[in-house]
Nanobody
Framework: QVQLVESGGGLVQAGGSLRLSCVPSGSIFSDYSMGWYRQAPGKQRELVASIKRGERMNYADSVKGRFTISRDNAKNTLYLQMNSLKPEDTAVYYC???????????WGQGTQVTVSS
């Protein structure tokens, strides 16, 4: 499995912005599938945004138009730009990647995002 390291979380007021980063420690990001998930207290983990080989970027309806997923191949880094943040975006955000359809994937340790009203 790949060890993923997220960063960039924090406390921000509603309407503010944050950019999350994810780096695979000691390896190169697979281009098969990469994504960001989040889990709020008492709720299930949900997909926020993803990039999959040969497919368009996919976003949860709740973040469309506000969040942007991107990848910098030169820096081997996955990003999640989050704008116009809302209190309901408060959650632990996780990076995820899969090397191929046979791979169950790897998760990062998560980074906390807290949006105050």
């Amino acid at each position: 499995q790949v060890q993923l390291v997220e960063s960039g979380g924090g406390l921000v007021q509603a309407g503010g912005s944050l950019r999350l980063s994810c780096v695979p420690s000691g390896s190169i990001f697979s281009d098969y599938s990469m994504g960001w998930y989040r889990q709020a207290p008492g709720k299930q983990r949900e997909l926020v945004a993803s990039i999959k080989r040969g497919e368009r970027m996919n976003y949860a309806d709740s973040v469309k138009g506000r969040f942007t997923i991107s990848r910098d191949n030169a820096k081997n880094t996955l990003y999640l730009q989050m704008n116009s943040l809302k209190p309901e975006d408060t959650a632990v955000y996780y990076c995820h990647t899969r090397a191929g359809p046979w791979d169950i994937g790897s998760w990062g340790q998560g980074t906390q995002v807290t949006v105050s009203s």
